[in-house]
């Protein structure tokens, strides 16, 4: 039933700047806290941000002060604004979501390639 559709992913140059977009359809997503997650050839899959129903947050070091996630509850849909990217930032980056009430679950959105290159 749950399905993740992600948007936004490109090319961009260092210093630039991505929005990226997922929307979850198929339950109620308030049920859900959100997150964003990235994967670089060779490195594991690691968390990026992630977003509570209630609009708390949580961000890996390395893109605080940079990214900012968001949701928009009316809409089903999470969002991941990043700017100053650098290239290391270069990765598939997946949406996630996860139901911690009965019957709990976890869904992840197909990724969606972000390069940060001049």
């Known amino acids: 039933q749950v399905k993740l559709v992600e948007s936004g992913g490109g090319l961009v140059q260092p210093g630039g700047s991505l929005r990226l977009s997922c929307a979850l359809s198929?339950?109620?997503?308030?049920?859900?806290?959100m997150g964003w997650y990235r994967q670089a050839p060779g490195n594991q899959r690691e968390l990026v941000a992630t977003i509570t129903s209630g609009g708390s947050t949580n961000y890996a070091d390395s893109v605080k002060g940079r990214f900012s996630i968001s949701r928009d509850n009316a809409k089903n849909t999470v969002y991941l604004q990043m700017n100053s990217l650098k290239p290391e930032d270069t990765a598939v980056y997946y949406c996630?979501?996860?139901?911690?009430?009965?019957?709990?679950?976890?869904?992840w959105g197909q990724g969606t390639q972000v390069t940060v290159s001049s």
């Open positions: 996630n979501a996860v139901r911690l009430i009965i019957p709990p679950g976890e869904y």
């Open positions: 198929g339950n109620i997503f308030s049920f859900y806290t």
